[in-house]
């Protein structure tokens, strides 16, 4: 049944995007750890929107390495830690009101740093899935308030439980992201089915006849 729909002027667009936590390297050669959810993938290429006065987008406009750290649903409450943190000393006047200088982002948020394996920041060692980046093109967006990053996969690094056993697939079936859905954190409901290009399918049948 039709429904009229109404037309509304919404403050935020963040219509169930993952979360993603950036790991990046300070000038000091420190590690800032930031909360984000704006990024999607094509191909090999990750793109980034983040806030232009950000320390992740200060420290890629000339560093490029970093790591995107997907975190899981049980690791909101983590995440949220890191929400009201910022690695810009000073606060950004933007930010004065509502954020606070923290320098050991991995401290706070109660997660521990493991080194990775091709770029300098480390990977959040409780999140299962861990992507080694590069910056390739940092530019700003259409109104000035974002910066754009294209990242560059380099290594990808996943907990051996969400992987379909024998193969290089991510099992969709074992794995949630943790969602940000109109700045609420929510988790994957159950499978309604999969797209005709989906390689897990037979994968997963054949790892189970194996």
């Given at each position: 049944?039709?429904?009229d729909?109404?037309?509304?002027?919404?403050?935020?667009?963040?219509f169930?995007?993952?979360?993603?936590l950036?790991?990046?390297?300070?000038?000091?050669?420190?590690?800032?750890l930031?909360?984000?959810?704006?990024?999607?993938?094509?191909?090999?290429v990750?793109?980034?929107?983040?806030?232009?006065?950000s320390?992740?987008?200060?420290?890629?406009?000339?560093?490029?390495?970093?790591?995107i750290?997907?975190?899981?649903?049980?690791?909101?409450?983590?995440?949220?830690?890191?929400a009201?943190?910022?690695?810009?000393?000073?606060?950004?006047?933007?930010?004065?009101?509502?954020?606070?200088?923290?320098?050991?982002?991995?401290?706070a948020?109660?997660?521990?740093?493991?080194?990775?394996?091709v770029?300098?920041?480390?990977?959040?060692?409780?999140?299962?899935i861990?992507?080694?980046?590069?910056?390739?093109r940092?530019?700003?967006?259409?109104?000035?308030?974002?910066?754009?990053?294209?990242?560059?996969?380099?290594?990808?690094h996943?907990?051996?439980?969400i992987?379909?056993p024998?193969?290089?697939?991510?099992?969709?079936?074992?794995?949630?992201?943790?969602?940000?859905?109109?700045?609420?954190?929510?988790?994957?409901g159950?499978e309604?089915?999969?797209t005709?290009?989906?390689?897990?399918?037979?994968?997963?049948?054949?790892?189970?006849?194996?």
């Amino acid at each position: 049944m039709a429904h009229d729909h109404l037309t509304i002027t919404a403050s935020i667009l963040y219509f169930g995007t993952p979360v993603a936590l950036l790991s990046t390297e300070n000038e000091d050669a420190s590690f800032n750890l930031a909360p984000m959810s704006s990024a999607w993938a094509l191909g090999q290429v990750i793109v980034l929107g983040l806030g232009t006065d950000s320390q992740t987008a200060h420290n890629l406009a000339v560093r490029p390495d970093l790591v995107i750290n997907l975190p899981d649903p049980a690791q909101w409450a983590a995440v949220e830690r890191l929400a009201p943190l910022t690695g810009r000393e000073p606060v950004p006047a933007r930010k004065q009101d509502t954020f606070r200088f923290e320098a050991a982002k991995f401290e706070a948020a109660g997660l521990r740093p493991e080194p990775s394996d091709v770029v300098r920041p480390p990977r959040v060692a409780e999140c299962p899935i861990q992507i080694e980046a590069r910056a390739a093109r940092v530019q700003p967006d259409v109104t000035g308030a974002f910066q754009m990053i294209e990242a560059h996969v380099v290594r990808v690094h996943a907990d051996p439980r969400i992987v379909v056993p024998g193969t290089q697939h991510i099992d969709p079936a074992a794995w949630s992201p943790l969602i940000y859905n109109f700045r609420h954190y929510f988790r994957l409901g159950p499978e309604l089915g999969h797209t005709f290009r989906s390689e897990t399918v037979s994968a997963r049948v054949s790892a189970r006849g194996a």
